[in-house]
């Protein structure tokens, strides 16, 4: 099993980035999927989640608006489209997965996989 994200690097407040993560050796169609974050010194963050299907999403109040979870189960990749990006955005981002649920949760035990993460940092 694996999650790979990518897509992280640096940005310019009020930029965008795209962060992407490739799934393989599950069946991600039947998988809910997150994004959470960690900013350096500080515990994990919930981001967002979406269910298996793609028709249900779910944001933390500090991204909404601004970010946009979605994923294509023929490609088994999941996307974090992240404009407006503000410093505070500075993390590495992971994706992380739960068999048949959408997972609100900022803690590694409550999913199934977890990806290794990719850096995004927001500065002038």
């Known amino acids: 099993v694996q999650l790979v994200e990518s897509g992280g690097g640096m940005a310019q407040p009020g930029g965008s980035l795209r962060l992407s993560c490739a799934a393989s050796?599950?069946?991600?169609?039947?998988?809910?999927m997150s994004w959470v974050r960690q900013a350096p010194g500080k515990g994990p963050e919930w981001v967002s989640s979406?269910?298996?299907?793609?028709?249900?999403?779910l944001y933390a109040d500090t991204v909404k608006g601004r970010f946009t979870i979605s994923r294509d189960n023929a490609k088994n990749t999941l996307y974090l489209q992240m404009n407006s990006l503000k410093p505070e955005d500075t993390a590495r981002y992971y994706c992380?997965?739960?068999?048949?649920?959408?997972?609100?949760?900022?803690?590694?035990?409550?999913?199934?996989?977890w990806g290794q993460g990719t850096q995004v940092t927001v500065t002038s």
């Open positions: 992380a997965s739960k068999a048949g649920a959408l997972v609100v949760a900022n803690r590694r035990d409550k999913y199934d996989y």
């Open positions: 050796g599950f069946t991600f169609s039947s998988y809910g």
């Open positions: 979406i269910n298996s299907g793609g028709s249900s999403t």
